[in-house]
């Protein structure tokens, strides 16, 4: 390319960069809003790909799929499904966003408010990409304004800092935006749980009292600690939420690390098994029994929290009469001489 056409090439993107800020300082002049993306609302049903990343790599690329937003697990290169409304709010906030203000144009201050390219060491800032066709819409998204009213964003490529009229919210890591819970299962779909192993117990749902589940080998002596403790452990085990999908390598699992296995029958015949395992201080999850879902054979980090919610045997279920508490034994009070 000779230097005579790089110099109008210089020329042309020095002109349009110009006269986009000036478009942009004019409308503010006379008071009218200018949007971080004009155009972008009225294509976001039709965006194809997002992705976020920071200064430690990607976060996430999710795509469009006939069943919504998934993205790729790094390990197995398989699709997991995406939570549909943290993207849908993503989406909407970066369409709707207004310049407030303009800030900084030199690079030196970028660090302040968070938006040096995502290449530099230590940076702060996120890049989201929106994808629409052949059309990419990319930005830098910094810190939060003091006051907390609004986030500092950077086109990127550009030198000009902006504070949006908006927070712009964003996932804290790889696993945040994953979907939540584990299971696609409702606790109504569920007909029995059963743990395996000396320490097990079987909850059964009773047709015939409304649905209720009822504990297998209750005796007529023993009691349940509440009410609905049993149908608060389905919900609990239906509705279990992990901290992180990890890395096989790092999790330990093999048959003789399994601490518990359960098996969870569905009304519709399907049966899925859960194995526990502890590998290094954390608690693991691993489902099976249908190798079409997202969450086959995935391997789930628990909180110690939710691995508590799950992790029980037939004695947590059933009151515990030594356990009552005792009232206090009455003793006659030593009122001593009366006065003279």
Request: no cysteine.
């Amino acid at each position: 390319m000779n230097k005579q056409l790089i110099s109008l090439l210089v020329i042309i993107v020095t002109l349009a960069t110009a006269i986009y800020f000036l478009t942009i300082r004019a409308n503010q002049v006379s008071g009218e809003k200018v949007k971080l993306f004009p155009e972008l609302a009225v294509q976001a049903q039709k965006i194809q790909e997002i992705q976020v990343s920071n200064t430690n790599g990607m976060l996430f690329s999710a795509r469009q799929s006939d069943d919504g937003w998934v993205t790729v697990l790094a390990e197995s290169k398989r699709e997991y499904p995406m939570q549909q409304k943290a993207l849908a709010e993503l989406v909407d906030a970066l369409s709707k966003a207004i310049l407030f203000e303009a800030k900084t144009a030199k690079a030196e201050n970028f660090a302040r408010l968070g938006l040096q390219d995502i290449d530099v060491v230590d940076s702060q800032a996120t890049l989201v990409e929106l994808r629409v066709g052949a059309k990419n819409y990319q930005v830098l998204i910094g810190s939060q304004a003091s006051l907390g009213q609004g986030t500092y964003v950077r086109l990127l490529g550009q030198k000009q800092t902006w504070l949006l009229d908006r927070i712009i919210s964003l996932p804290s890591d790889q696993n945040a935006w994953l979907k939540q819970p584990i299971l696609d299962v409702l606790a109504e779909q569920v007909s029995y749980v059963r743990r395996e192993g000396d320490l097990g117990f079987e909850i059964l749902r009773d047709f015939e009292q409304q649905d209720d589940f009822q504990l297998s080998g209750l005796e007529d002596s023993a009691q349940l600690k509440y009410d609905s403790i049993l149908s608060a452990y389905v919900d609990n085990l239906v509705n279990l939420k992990f901290e992180q999908i990890a890395e096989t390598e790092d999790n330990g699992f093999n048959p003789q690390s399994v601490t518990a296995v359960f098996e969870i029958g569905l009304q519709d015949g399907r049966i899925l098994s859960m194995w526990l395992w502890e590998n290094e201080g954390a608690i693991f999850a691993r489902f099976e029994g249908d190798s079409g879902k997202y969450w086959y054979d995935v391997n789930y980090q628990l909180s110690s929290f939710s691995a508590g919610q799950i992790d029980k045997e037939y004695k947590d279920f059933i009151e515990n009469k030594n356990s009552q508490i005792q009232q206090p034994q009455e003793y006659p009070i030593d009122e001593g001489e009366s006065p003279q």
